[in-house]
């Protein structure tokens, strides 16, 4: 049984492109094309605004909160072709970083895992991917990957950080090496998997292939201990795809079908322990889905957008489970 | 769990009815955001205003419910000391134990029910046990009512009373009633004894028994058939009541259907009847006897509920029958996660192999205690839960540990402390981290140095080092000494730090007027290359007072270090580029510092030559 417990009023003006939990599940933010990003508090049932953040020229299309361990630091993108940080310092929200390195408009941000340090992978409809290193008193290294995807660059998503078999022995100070990988979805149907050399260049390790229209999201899941590590992907062509790799090397990556959508499939995204996958799509609908035993996956879930009058009050009797 | 019997549930979400418009969504930790959008990714923006609002949904609300937390905690306890069991008995003892454990259930749940009862609103969400609520808690209000009022034979519920009792079971209690009616009322007197007599004379089997079935039927054919005697000979027939009790007890369907409003469900009337009609029932024959009652009772009335399925399911044995209907029907993963559990020690669960949890007992624990973690504090019990998972506990509860928000330092302790007790070493770290890291932004450094001591991060403690030591350049005293003075074996954590606990020491020493364990404490941090470069000039600067002292104090040898260190650390600095007027001021002041310290230097190698060279002692 779902049951709506809160309902946030953002008072965007327009669309609202997204909306994120922080790590925690005390904070909101969203972001819309008003060009505004908001960030709310909704602890407790209750929704207080914290911050009502200008900056974009444009429609806002994502935002992305890094570890807490970072501070209070949110990222979001926008048509503009901007990507930009805002840090909450002394209890007020500002912009503290600025990257106009791309030729068009930003689709996608997403912070790496914490273990890395502070790292925002963007990908833009310039075909290209940035990587922004915070470097330590208010100054961020970019890396830029041309030419990623052709016409464009939707999606991108990190790996899960593997903690190195030496992590133990590392002498005292000394930063453990990993290998950072992330995963990158585009309009050349491909879904592309990148990874950073010792000498600190990212290089093209994988590219999977199997979706016929522009890839919309890709969504590297959780670790959940075992020995696989396993994407998914949605796309223009209606499919969404569950992708595992079973070896060590991670070089095989086998696609299985999740279901044909009707619709353009426009996102994908794990819950915190991996075991449910949600799918959002052109039909209005947001599924949600689990592997069952035979390896099959099913539909367990179905959250519907309500279909009625317009209404702006939400009572008990319109909250309707079967 | 494999095939889904039927389409998914669907939730409605309240919103504008919309062609063009899509939901996006997000997962929290422990619930879902939903938001009208277009993904479609339009520069202009539409004439028509979207939906401004957010809907954070979550299932198992039911975890929020006050009441159900006493039962979630104190079913926590019994699902920890059944766990335990497993290591330790063995056959009959062990048998004892788990049927024990389940009426420990059974009577944790009775009293959730009657705290329910006594709430007039809210919804029953453990619907399984109605039955316990109408007829043991509702019987027992009744009967005190009737008991302890004036007449009780007059109440107007007597004969309900008593008709409840007789159904329900409970004959010497309806005995003890009918004896009430006696007295009441000579001219029912008679009656009322046979009617006792043949309560009190109906041959149950019970456990110390020692009868065997066939006797015991026989017995019971011919208390049956003296029943029936009773009847025909019309010894109720001037109490219509009496007379339908005994119709009762002949376990005559018409009589109690009669009853339908005391019986109030088919599973009480199944019950009843077999008691008085069939009381040696075989286990097998259950289901049918259930399924007749269902259709006899509800006479083609209504559909059958979820409930009366999971029952149906329960009649015919049929334990993965039952989990399944229980899943879908019940709100939250409770019951079926204990009763799984339960079933499991049992051995009476084969288990499937599932994706999630290597059996379903686990994937149902799992999913319970994921659950509980939505609670700010329930997470504790989830804890537990975990731990009984041997295949995916572990990693499920480093998932949501993590999650948890620190709002307070006691729950940041308690959370470490659960981590800590289970050697997620990562996870540690990651939250101490988080924790330090707040704690140098508040600018509380001491705090800060401790948490990083504590998930022990070199890196970190090196940053806060640093931060202390600069503190101090530019106030010129310590905060936190406390925490620098005492901090024992942990200042090995990193080098920075130790440079800070030594340096911390030296001051220490410098008050205490040791001056020459003072002196030889700086030069050795100096010389053992503990001490970062950029503080040398810092450690110098502390060693004049020293190099001025009445007394000498460091010897030649130490003064030829302290120089050699001075000229090393002058040398290397050579100026750059063109300097500004700043830099010319500060290059002013440090010239002028090494000036004063080349003097200082100077003056006490020949003092301290001239005392190692002359004859006296000291």
Redesign the interface.
């Known amino acids: 049984?779902?049951?709506?417990?809160?309902?946030?009023?953002?008072?965007?003006?327009?669309?609202?492109?997204?909306?994120?939990?922080d790590?925690?599940?005390?904070r909101?933010a969203?972001c819309s094309?008003?060009r505004s990003v908001k960030i709310f508090d909704?602890r407790n049932g209750g929704q207080i605004l914290i911050a009502d953040l200008r900056g974009h020229e444009?429609?806002v299309?994502q935002v992305a909160w890094a570890h807490?361990?970072?501070?209070n630091i949110l990222a979001s993108c926008s048509?503009d072709r901007k990507v930009i940080i805002w840090k909450e310092e002394n209890g007020t929200w500002e912009k503290t970083h600025e990257h106009m390195g791309h030729d068009s408009?930003v689709?996608s941000v997403c912070w790496a895992p914490?273990d890395y340090g502070l790292i925002l992978a963007c990908g833009s409809s310039d075909g290209a991917i940035s990587l922004l290193t915070y470097t330590g008193l208010g100054q961020w290294e970019v890396k830029k990957i041309s030419n990623a995807h052709t016409i464009g660059c939707n999606a991108v998503s990190w790996a899960p950080a593997v903690?190195p078999g030496s992590l133990i022995d590392q002498p005292?100070?000394?930063?453990p090496s990993y290998i950072k990988k992330f995963a990158s979805g585009g309009c050349d149907n491909l879904i592309k998997l990148w990874k950073e050399e010792e000498d600190g260049q990212w290089k093209e390790e994988q590219k999977l292939e199997a979706h016929s229209d522009w890839v919309?999201d890709v969504a590297w899941a959780?670790?959940?201990?075992l020995p696989t590590s396993t994407i998914a992907s949605c796309s223009q062509d209606g499919r969404v795809f569950i992708w595992t790799c079973d070896d060590a090397s991670g070089n095989t990556w086998s696609p299985k079908l999740l279901h044909k959508f009707n619709d353009?499939v426009?996102?994908v995204?794990?819950?915190?322990?991996a075991?449910i996958l949600?799918v959002?799509?052109?039909d209005?609908?947001?599924?949600?889905w689990?592997?069952?035993?035979?390896?099959q996956w099913?539909?367990?879930?179905?959250?519907?957008?309500?279909?009625?009058?317009?209404?702006?009050s939400?009572t008990e009797g319109?909250?309707?489970?079967? | 769990?494999?095939?889904?019997d039927g389409e998914?549930?669907?939730?409605?979400?309240?919103?504008?009815?919309s062609q063009k418009?899509?939901?996006?969504?997000?997962?929290?930790?422990?619930?879902?955001?939903?938001?009208?959008?277009?993904?479609?990714?339009?520069?202009k923006?539409?004439m028509v205003?979207?939906?401004?609002?957010?809907?954070?949904?979550?299932?198992?609300?039911d975890v929020y419910c006050k009441i159900l937390r006493k039962l979630f905690n104190e079913s926590h306890g019994i699902f920890v000391g059944l766990q335990r069991i497993e290591e330790e008995l063995t056959g009959k003892s062990r048998k004892a134990q788990l049927v024990r454990v389940s009426k420990n259930y059974r009577s944790v749940i009775r009293a959730c029910m009657e705290e329910m009862h006594q709430l007039a609103t809210g919804p029953l969400l453990l619907h399984l046990l109605d039955w316990v609520r109408l007829h043991v808690c509702e019987v027992d209000s009744l009967s005190a009512d009737v008991l302890g009022s004036e007449n009780p034979s007059k109440h107007k519920d007597f004969w309900k009373l008593v008709t409840v009792l007789v159904l329900q079971g409970r004959l010497d209690e309806a005995r003890q009633m009918l004896s009430k009616e006696a007295d009441a009322s000579p001219s029912s007197a008679g009656m009322c004894r046979v009617l006792g007599d043949l309560m009190r004379t109906m041959p149950v089997l019970s456990p110390g028994n020692t009868q065997t079935l066939t006797e015991l039927e026989l017995k019971w054919q011919h208390w049956h058939e003296e029943c029936e005697r009773h009847l025909q000979d019309g010894t109720f027939a001037s109490s219509p009541h009496l007379e339908a009790l005994c119709k009762i007890m002949l376990g005559d369907e018409a009589a109690l259907l009669e009853e339908k409003e005391l019986l109030s469900n088919w599973y009480h009337f199944l019950v009843t009847r077999l008691l008085y009609s069939h009381p040696t029932v075989k286990p097998m024959d259950l289901h049918r006897y259930a399924q007749s009652s269902l259709d006899v009772f509800l006479g083609g009335e209504s559909n059958t509920e979820p409930l009366d399925n999971i029952l149906l399911a329960a009649f015919e044995f049929d334990i993965h029958q039952v989990i399944k209907e229980c899943s879908t029907a019940l709100?939250?993963w409770w019951f079926v996660a204990h009763l799984t559990d339960l079933l499991d020690h049992c051995k009476l669960l084969q288990s499937?192999?599932?994706?999630?949890g290597s059996n379903m007992r686990e994937f149902l624990l799992l999913e319970y205690a994921?659950g509980l973690f939505a609670h700010h504090s329930l997470w504790q019990l989830g804890v537990d839960y975990f731990d009984y998972c041997p295949e995916?506990g572990?990693?499920?509860l480093e998932?949501?540990i993590?999650?948890?928000?620190l709002s307070t330092e006691q729950k940041a302790l308690k959370v470490l402390r659960v981590c800590e007790q289970r050697q997620m070493t990562?996870q540690v770290r990651?939250i101490c981290?988080?924790l330090a890291?707040?704690a140098v932004?508040n600018n509380r450094l001491g705090s800060a140095l401790s948490w990083s001591i504590r998930a022990k991060d070199?890196?970190f403690a090196?940053l806060v080092s640093d931060r202390f030591l600069r503190d101090y350049c530019e106030r010129g005293c310590f905060s936190d000494l406390d925490l620098i003075d005492n901090l024992g074996p942990a200042m090995m954590?990193?080098?920075r730090l130790t440079f800070l606990g030594k340096y911390r020491e030296f001051h220490r020493l410098y008050g205490e007027k040791r001056f020459v364990d003072a002196a030889a404490l700086l030069l050795s941090l100096m010389t053992s290359q503990i001490a970062p470069r950029s503080f040398w000039m810092t450690l110098l600067t502390d060693a004049l007072p020293l190099l001025e002292q009445k007394q000498v104090i460091f010897s030649a040898e130490q003064t030829y270090e302290l120089m050699r260190c001075l000229e090393d650390l002058t040398s290397g600095r050579l100026v750059h580029g063109e300097p500004d007027a700043q830099q010319l001021q500060d290059d002013d002041i440090e010239t002028t510092k090494v000036e004063m310290l080349r003097i200082g230097l100077a003056r006490n190698l020949a003092r301290s030559i001239i005392k190692e060279g002359s004859l006296e002692g000291s």
């Open positions: 049984m779902v049951s709506v417990i809160n309902t946030v009023d953002t008072s965007h003006e327009d669309m609202i492109h997204d909306a994120q939990m790590y925690y599940g005390t909101l969203t094309s008003d909704v444009g429609p299309w807490p361990m970072y501070g048509y408009s689709n914490h903690v005292s100070g000394q930063k919309r959780p670790s959940i201990g353009v426009w996102h995204s794990w819950s915190i322990t075991n949600a959002s799509g052109g209005n609908k947001v599924t949600l689990k592997e069952s035993v035979d390896g099913v539909c367990i879930s179905d959250v519907n957008k309500g279909q009625g009058s317009v209404s702006t939400i319109q909250q309707n489970e079967q | 769990m494999e095939e889904l998914p549930t669907v939730t409605l979400i309240p919103g504008v009815n418009k899509q939901m996006c969504f997000d997962w929290g930790p422990g619930e879902m955001l939903v938001c009208e959008t277009s993904f479609s990714k339009k520069e923006s539409e205003p979207g939906c401004p609002y957010i809907h954070i949904i979550r299932k198992d609300i709100s939250n499937h192999n599932l994706y999630f994921s995916l572990r990693v499920s998932l949501h993590e999650r948890i928000p990562e990651s981290k988080i890291m707040k932004r070199a890196a090196t954590l990193s080098d």
